[in-house]
């Protein structure tokens, strides 16, 4: 039997690219080898402030940006989290086994609870739980994911293992998945942060469906560090982000890039890396585009993955309420 990955991202805005090298583009090729399970985790949105203004637009948004990028409906499932309601209810569950400190210790709680001070919900507190339980109700193998999710895979490995010992062996325990190129993109504006789709900063990120002058304008504007050599250095960590990209859209190595700019300045390296970007991206636009003309094509997939994820998450949840004495 193939093993099972489950991977999910929030309805909260357009894709940019640190979500595409750090999450999506591993998903294509997952999905060849493994039975796949991708989400739409519109309820994990909600935890943010204003996430429910446009929020079925935004799910519709993030449908058409799975199926352009190349996530392919017969070869995996890929549905909206809400749609499936047995999330919801493992949750509760789940939370009787959790331990508080252990919440505490997130740092995305922390991060968040400290950028939305006047918003600080329990839905915000209670995120990896609902995580967990996305990902357990599958009895998933495997969660691939961006390094900033890693604490998070953690959690629900801790919640497995508190379950498993409560009642009895149950649920399997996860294991991460996290790819080296592009696991972490930092944001064009500052090397010391990664590419966000929450910065306040347009010229921070490149968005998957930005044109190709907003792409040549971004690049053009992002910092650099001090020196005139294009090499690839951990200490020059804005270059090294921009070689990163590079080499994720490109096919070069970082060591082919460097030959490639030998003796040439950042002038050159920035409009040629515009370029590279803005030619991988064109295909995906494209199908993006036509997608959006078929909201009811796009919607049909979404409710027969649906039904079949609701399938497996249904059994699974039937046997932790009957381990829990509810049944
Ligand atoms: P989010 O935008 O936080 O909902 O993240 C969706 C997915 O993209 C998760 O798997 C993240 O780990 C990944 N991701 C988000 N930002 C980045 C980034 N800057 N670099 C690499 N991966 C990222
Ligand atoms: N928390 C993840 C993020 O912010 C999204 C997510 C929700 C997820 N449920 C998941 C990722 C289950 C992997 C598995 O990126």
């Known amino acids: 039997m193939k093993k099972r990955i489950f991977s999910g991202i929030r309805p909260t805005g357009p894709l940019h690219i640190g979500n595409y090298l750090g999450a999506i583009k591993n998903w294509l090729q997952l999905q060849n080898e493994y039975d796949s399970v991708f989400c739409i985790v519109d309820l994990h949105a909600l935890t943010t402030p204003n996430a429910s203004k446009g929020l079925k637009k935004k799910v519709f948004d993030l449908a058409t940006t799975y199926l352009a990028a190349g996530l392919n409906p017969k070869k995996c499932i890929l549905f909206v989290q809400s749609q499936v309601p047995e999330h919801t209810e493992l949750t509760w569950l789940l939370n009787t086994v959790t331990p508080i400190a252990e919440l505490?210790?997130?740092?995305?709680f922390k991060d968040k609870a400290k950028e939305h001070r006047s918003n600080v919900n329990m839905g915000l507190f209670d995120y990896p739980v609902l995580m967990a339980a996305d990902i357990l109700i599958y009895q998933t193998d495997l969660v691939p994911v961006g390094e900033d999710q890693r604490q998070h895979v953690?959690?629900?490995?801790?919640?497995?293992?508190?379950?498993?010992?409560?009642y009895g062996a149950t649920f399997?325990?996860?294991?991460?998945?996290?790819?080296e190129q592009g696991a972490k993109i930092l944001a064009l504006d500052n090397p010391l942060k990664k590419m966000s789709k929450s910065s306040p900063n347009l010229y921070s990120r490149i968005n998957l469906t930005d044109s190709p002058d907003e792409i040549q304008e971004k690049i053009k504007r992002a910092i650099t560090d001090s020196g005139k050599e294009i090499t690839y250095n951990p200490q020059k960590p804005a270059l090294a982000n921009l070689i990163t990209i590079y080499s994720a859209f490109s096919k070069l190595s970082a060591s082919q890039i460097e030959k490639k700019y030998q003796g040439k300045g950042y002038a050159q390296f920035k409009t040629d890396l515009a370029n590279v970007i803005i030619k991988a991206l064109k295909p995906f636009q494209a199908k993006k585009k036509a997608l959006e003309q078929e909201p009811e094509q796009v919607k049909k997939i979404l409710e027969q993955s649906a039904k079949q994820a609701q399938a497996i998450a249904r059994k699974n949840l039937k046997e932790a309420k009957q381990k829990m004495g509810l049944i």
């Open 154 to 166: 953690e959690m629900a490995r801790t919640i497995a293992r508190k379950f498993n010992q409560t």
């Open 172 to 179: 399997k325990v996860p294991e991460v998945l996290i790819r």
């Open 104 to 108: 505490e210790r997130m740092t995305q």
